[in-house]
């Protein structure tokens, strides 16, 4: 992991990084379980999972995000901050075997109206299965020190 600063100024709208892929296996289902105590039979229960439509347990949307957030920090950028997520979507199921990566596009900035030395950059954050559909979608908040400030 490389750090690298990047002030509010430096960043550009529509900029876009496409991170690498990552499998989904059944041990991330079983940790990720163990984590949360979310064991529903959506997520953990191959036999009940066969009464699905899709006929095969499901990610856990809270899985998915933590394992696409996780695929983008490559950089760690000394003056910017995570404020939070917006928006989050689950929009298409993940199952055991599919292959995601995140793609993330600089969508909007504005000054920070409790710091005049920072400003709020929002990252669009689209998780991808294998086939190129958005399976999760976020938006994620960032303050970031102005170059004036510095």
């Given at each position: 992991?490389?750090?690298?600063?990047?002030?509010y100024?430096?960043?550009?709208l529509?900029?876009?990084?496409?991170?690498?892929?990552?499998?989904?296996?059944?041990?991330?289902f079983?940790?990720?379980?163990?984590?949360?105590?979310?064991?529903?039979?959506?997520?953990?229960?191959?036999?009940?999972a066969k009464?699905l439509?899709?006929?095969?347990?499901i990610?856990?949307?809270?899985?998915?995000?933590?394992?696409?957030?996780?695929?983008t920090?490559t950089?760690?950028?000394?003056v910017?901050f995570?404020?939070?997520?917006d928006?989050?979507?689950?929009?298409?199921?993940?199952?055991?075997?599919d292959?995601i990566?995140?793609?993330?596009v600089?969508?909007?900035k504005?000054?920070?109206?409790?710091r005049k030395?920072?400003?709020?950059v929002?990252e669009r954050l689209?998780?991808l299965?294998q086939?190129?559909?958005?399976v999760?979608a976020c938006?994620?908040?960032?303050?970031v020190?102005?170059?004036?400030a510095a």
């Amino acid at each position: 992991m490389a750090e690298q600063t990047i002030h509010y100024e430096d960043y550009q709208l529509g900029h876009e990084r496409l991170t690498t892929g990552r499998t989904i296996t059944e041990t991330d289902f079983v940790v990720h379980a163990g984590h949360t105590g979310d064991f529903f039979p959506h997520h953990m229960d191959a036999e009940f999972a066969k009464t699905l439509p899709g006929g095969q347990r499901i990610a856990h949307g809270t899985m998915v995000f933590s394992i696409g957030v996780g695929l983008t920090a490559t950089l760690i950028n000394p003056v910017a901050f995570s404020y939070g997520y917006d928006r989050l979507r689950f929009i298409r199921p993940v199952h055991i075997g599919d292959t995601i990566k995140s793609r993330v596009v600089i969508a909007s900035k504005e000054d920070d109206p409790k710091r005049k030395d920072h400003g709020r950059v929002v990252e669009r954050l689209e998780v991808l299965n294998q086939r190129g559909e958005t399976v999760l979608a976020c938006d994620h908040i960032l303050l970031v020190q102005k170059r004036q400030a510095a």
